[in-house]
C-alpha cells in the first residue's frame, strides 16, 4: 500500500473522518483525516489528509512516485477536497504488509490455521491475528478477548 500524506495550510472539512472512494479513475480507495481526529496532528490553523493507495505483486502500482502525487492532487481537487495550492507538504511513503488480502476460498485456508493456533495454545486477535476486516474498534476488542481467555485459563 501506498500512503499519500497532505499537509495543507489551512484548515480544510473532509466529509468524514475516514470515507471510501469507489471510482477506478482515481488512484485511491480510501481517505483518512489526521487532524481531524486530533487537534495535536496538525499544526494549529492547518490540517492534514493521508489517501491510501492500495497496490500489491497481482495488481502492480501504475504510477512512480512523482506521478502518484500529482494523480492524487488531481483526484482531490476533482472531488473538492482542496485545492492544490492549499499543499504545504505531500509525502508518499510504501507500507510493504498493510492489509489482508482475500482470495476466493481463503476462508478454509483461515480456519484451518487458526484452528492449529487454538490447538498450540496461540491466541490470535486483531485484524491481522483474525486475517478478518476487522474495524479498529473490533480489532481492539478482539485482544480484550484474547486477553479475558487467557485470564480465565490461567
Known amino acids: 500500500m501506498a500512503l499519500v500524506s497532505v499537509g495543507f495550510r489551512r484548515e480544510i472539512e473532509p466529509p468524514a473522518l475516514?470515507?471510501?472512494v469507489y471510482d477506478e479513475d482515481i488512484p485511491f480507495a480510501c481517505v483518512h483525516s489526521p487532524s481531524m481526529k486530533s487537534a495535536w496532528n496538525a499544526p494549529k490553523g492547518k490540517s492534514?489528509?493521508?489517501?491510501?493507495?492500495?497496490?500489491?505483486?497481482?495488481m502492480p502500482?501504475?504510477?512512480?512516485?512523482d506521478e502518484l502525487q500529482e494523480k492524487v492532487?488531481?483526484?482531490m481537487e476533482h472531488?473538492?477536497?482542496?485545492?492544490?495550492?492549499?499543499?504545504?507538504?505531500?509525502?508518499v511513503h510504501h507500507?510493504?504488509?498493510?492489509?489482508?488480502?482475500?482470495?476466493q476460498g481463503m476462508e478454509q485456508h483461515r480456519?484451518?490455521?487458526?484452528?492449529?493456533?487454538?490447538?498450540?495454545d496461540i491466541h490470535s486477535c486483531g485484524r491481522f491475528g483474525k486475517w478478518d476486516y476487522l474495524w479498529s474498534n473490533q480489532s481492539f476488542l478482539s485482544g480484550v478477548d484474547a486477553a479475558k481467555q487467557l485470564g480465565e485459563e490461567r
Do not use: C, H, P, T
Open 18 to 20: 475516514w470515507f471510501y
Open 48 to 58: 492534514s489528509l493521508q489517501f491510501e493507495v492500495y497496490y500489491s505483486k497481482e
Open 61 to 65: 502500482l501504475a504510477y512512480s512516485d
Open 73 to 75: 492532487l488531481q483526484s
Open 79 to 91: 472531488m473538492g477536497l482542496a485545492s492544490r495550492e492549499d499543499v504545504e507538504v505531500i509525502d
Open 95 to 103: 507500507v510493504k504488509y498493510a492489509n489482508v488480502i482475500f482470495y
Open 111 to 120: 480456519d484451518r490455521i487458526l484452528r492449529y493456533l487454538a490447538s498450540k
